[in-house]
């Protein structure tokens, strides 16, 4: 019988996920670099680039095929 695992209290997981999403074609195979104040991102799909800061918005994303 494998050894029994005790489980982690879930206290710390409580805010919310945010998934990064390419902006131009909503793709999510992205680089993604710290630079600075901010983050570098860019699609390896369609290869858009931009940048984020933590506070600020995310660009609108375009509807696929739009």
């Not at 931009?50 to 375009?62: A, I, L, Q």
Request: hydrophobic share 30%; with cysteine; net charge positive.
């Amino acid at each position: 019988m494998p050894p029994s695992r005790t489980l982690r209290a879930l206290a710390g997981y409580e805010h919310p996920t945010q998934l990064a999403v390419c902006p131009e074609c909503a793709g999510y195979a992205l680089d993604i670099a710290a630079q600075g104040n901010r983050y570098g991102f860019r699609c390896q799909t369609c290869r858009a680039h931009w940048d984020w800061r933590p506070g600020e918005g995310w660009p609108p994303v375009r509807s696929p095929g739009s």
